[in-house]
C-alpha cells in the first residue's frame, strides 16, 4: 500500500496595517511593497490602508464602539502583522495609534493582543530623525502588544520622492522593505509549522 502523501502546510496570514488620508502615500506604497515581498515568500496578504484607518472613529473602549470590526477578525486570524506609520513629530501618527488602540478587543482572547507574532515595522518621514525615533515608539508598542518585532525594521526617508507611482526608487531602501516582508512571512510560516508540530500534526513532518 503505497504511502500517503503529507498536505501541503496552510499558508500564512500576514495583515498589514498603516498608512496616512493621502492616496497613494508614501508610507501606503512601503506597506503594499513590504506586502507584496510577504506574498511572494508563501504568504496570503490583507491590507488596512489608510483609507480605512480614517474611516475609524476615535477609540474609546471595546464595547462602545462596533467600528474596526474586520480589522480586529482580521489580526485575530493573523500569523504575522506589518505596521506602516508615517513619522509625525517624531511619534507614530495618531490614526495609526487609535488604529493599534482597536486591539485592546483582544485582550481577553486565548492569544490576546499580538501575543507571539512576528512585526515588520515601516516607518516614513521627510527626514531621519523622525525615523529612528517613530521606529523606536512602534518597537516599544509592539512589545506592549506581546508582539516579536522582527530583526529588520525600515526607517525610510521620504524627502528625496524615494517612493512613487507604487515603485522604490532606491535599491538600499527596496531591499529593506523587502527584508521586512520576507522576515515576517518567514517567521509566521515557522510558527505555523511549530504550532502544527505541537499538535502531532502529521503534515508537520522532520
Known sequence: MAASLPSPSPAPLVVGIGGTPKPGSSTEQALTLALASAARDGAETLMFGGAYLASLPLYLTPDS????????????????????????????????????????????????????????????????????????????????????????????????????GGVCRDAGVAAQIDLVGRQVALFARLKLADSASLKGDPAAGD
Do not use: C, F
Open 65 to 164: 464602539e462596533a467600528a474596526g470590526g474586520e480589522m480586529i477578525d482580521a489580526v485575530r486570524r493573523a500569523d504575522g502583522i506589518l505596521l506602516a506609520s508615517p513619522g509625525y513629530h517624531g511619534v507614530m501618527s495618531g490614526m495609526v495609534k487609535n488604529a493599534i488602540d482597536y486591539l485592546e478587543a483582544t485582550s481577553r482572547d486565548p492569544r490576546a493582543y499580538l501575543d507571539g507574532l512576528p512585526v515588520g515595522l515601516i516607518v516614513t518621514a521627510a527626514g531621519w530623525q523622525a525615523t529612528g525615533s517613530t521606529l523606536a515608539a512602534l518597537r516599544a508598542t509592539v512589545h506592549a502588544l506581546r508582539g516579536w518585532p522582527t530583526p529588520m525594521g525600515a526607517a525610510i526617508n521620504t524627502g528625496d520622492g524615494v517612493l512613487s
